[in-house]
Antibody, heavy 119, light 110 residues
Framework: EVQLVESGGSLVQPGGSLRLSCAAS????????MTWVRQAPGKGLEWVSA????????YHAEPVKGRFTISRDNSKNTLWLQMNSLRAEDTARYYC????????????WGQGTLVTVSS | QSALTQPASVSGSPGQSITISCTGT?????????VSWYQQHPGTAPKLMIF???NRPSGVSSRFSGSKSGNTASLTISGLQAEDEADYYC??????????FGGGTKLTVL
């Protein structure tokens, strides 16, 4: 069974940093691109970042460019999102999702991890 | 980055059909057949319902169908059932590449 389990979310002060993890199992992690999508409380989905299977290509949405970095370790079946200079507007549940390389849909999704940026 | 435009809410009675629209631009929905749709029940993760405008993943009911005309994609649910009540989001590849979601539509089954 394909499983994605996010962790690392917590309460952090504005300007702080946090690293989210996504542990993958049940599929050949090294052959799939991966992505992060967030959802602010009571709001819609917002694409955040994506990374190719071989880590050569990484993409970030404008609101997080220069502050967030997506990375992965295929030997550990793990995806990360390093978040720096956090702002109140980054408060959200962060989901990781599998993205088939060369395709443009996300399936499946993990259950998400909650990041709260507040003083 | 502007989101794709969806109606905030739609409703229908059991057995009826409803359609949710998703309007983008010439930088996303228009030039690409890469629109996907996600269903999200409260407190749960989104679930892929349609990919590449028209296609259904294995296990998704044939009551769900997708289409596109110009800069607008649509999701149609026929034979509405109580379990279809959820939030629905469209998503498209946007030139960059990046990906952009719609603002979401709350479906109420009356």
């Amino acid at each position: 069974e394909v499983q994605l389990v996010e962790s690392g979310g917590s309460l952090v002060q504005p300007g702080g940093s946090l690293r989210l993890s996504c542990a993958a199992s049940g599929f050949s992690f090294s052959t799939y691109a991966m992505t992060w999508v967030r959802q602010a409380p009571g709001k819609g989905l917002e694409w955040v970042s994506a990374i190719s299977a071989d880590s050569i290509n990484a993409y970030h949405a404008e609101p997080v460019k220069g502050r967030f970095t997506i990375s992965r370790d295929n030997s550990k079946n793990t995806l990360w999102l390093q978040m720096n200079s956090l702002r109140a507007e980054d408060t959200a549940r962060y989901y990781c999702a599998r993205k088939t390389s060369g395709q443009n849909w996300f399936d499946p999704w993990g259950q998400g991890t909650l990041v709260t940026v507040s003083s | 980055q502007s989101a794709l435009t969806q109606p905030a809410s739609v409703s229908g009675s059991p057995g009826q059909s409803i359609t949710i629209s998703c309007t983008g631009t010439s930088n996303d929905v228009g030039p690409y057949n890469f629109v996907s749709w996600y269903q999200q029940h409260p407190g749960t993760a989104p679930k892929l319902m349609i990919f590449d405008v028209y296609n259904r993943p294995s296990g998704v009911s044939s009551r769900f169908s997708g289409s596109k005309s110009g800069n607008t994609a649509s999701l149609t649910i026929s034979g509405l059932q109580a379990e279809d009540e959820a939030d629905y989001y469209c998503c498209s590849l946007r030139t960059g590449p990046t990906w952009v979601f719609g603002g979401g539509t709350k479906l109420t089954v009356l």
